[in-house]
T-cell receptor, first 111, second 111 residues
Framework: GAGVSQSPSNKVTEKGKDVELRCDPI?????LYWYRQSLGQGLEFLIY????????KSGLPSDRFSAERTGGSVSTLTIQRTQQEDSAVYLC?????????FGPGTRLTVT | RKEVEQDPGPFNVPEGATVAFNCTYS??????FFWYRQDCRKEPKLLMS???SGNEDGRFTAQLNRASQYISLLIRDSKLSDSATYLC????????????FGTGTQLKVEL
């Protein structure tokens, strides 16, 4: 079946602009997660959705970051007033039970 | 101290060798344990979950020692295609919780 999909695959933006990243989870997966992986760094958790609610937003690095999920399916991660340190690969994962399955990621470059 | 610690490697081994990776975690409340593999510039892919009784999947065997907070992965008869970064991953509760990743151990299998 179809896996997790993310768009765009690559995004180059100028410092100060807003960006929106999209995630389409595996059909039937109620939990959705956003992570990011910076160059040479491990993956770090950003936010978790169960259905449309976000019980854990503890990983969002600043108030410039927000995310929403609608219809228990698609999620968007928005970064406002991007900074160079936001450059990273943003990965989305979904799960039905314990095991999380990742999308291919969005590589964000802030110039 | 990092929550999940791994030897970064690289481990360079000949084809057909047996190689073992170890990982320690700091939070004794961790409940779920996984090994993911990540190829260069790709998303992490679930290799296997790790259970207290130990589990095997073909050439791969995973072990968990809760008392020592230690997880291992053994790869037998290694193949060139096993070359990747292996990520040790834990989460606090079974289902619906964020994953905490080690920074990964790099494996290079050579002819």
């Amino acid at each position: 079946g179809a896996g997790v999909s993310q768009s765009p695959s690559n995004k180059v933006t100028e410092k100060g602009k807003d960006v929106e990243l999209r995630c389409d989870p595996i059909s039937g997966h109620t939990a959705l997660y956003w992570y990011r992986q910076s160059l040479g760094q491990g993956l770090e958790f950003l936010i978790y959705f169960q259905g449309n609610s976000a019980p854990d937003k503890s990983g969002l690095p600043s108030d410039r970051f927000s995310a929403e999920r609608t219809g228990g399916s698609v999620s968007t991660l928005t970064i406002q007033r991007t900074q160079q340190e936001d450059s990273a690969v943003y990965l989305c994962a979904s799960s039905r039970l314990d095991e999380q399955y990742f999308g291919p990621g969005t590589r964000l470059t802030v110039t | 101290r990092k929550e999940v610690e791994q030897d970064p490697g690289p481990f360079n081994v000949p084809e057909g060798a047996t190689v073992a990776f170890n990982c320690t975690y700091s939070n004794s409340a961790s409940q779920s344990f996984f090994w993911y593999r990540q190829d260069c510039r790709k998303e992490p892919k679930l290799l296997m979950s790790v259970y207290s009784s130990g589990n095997e999947d073909g050439r791969f065997t995973a072990q968990l020692n809760r008392a020592s907070q230690y997880i291992s992965l053994l790869i037998r008869d290694s193949k060139l295609s096993d070359s990747a970064t292996y990520l040790c991953v834990v989460s606090l509760t079974g289902g619906g919780n964020k994953l905490t990743f080690g920074t990964g151990t790099q494996l290079k299998v050579e002819l």
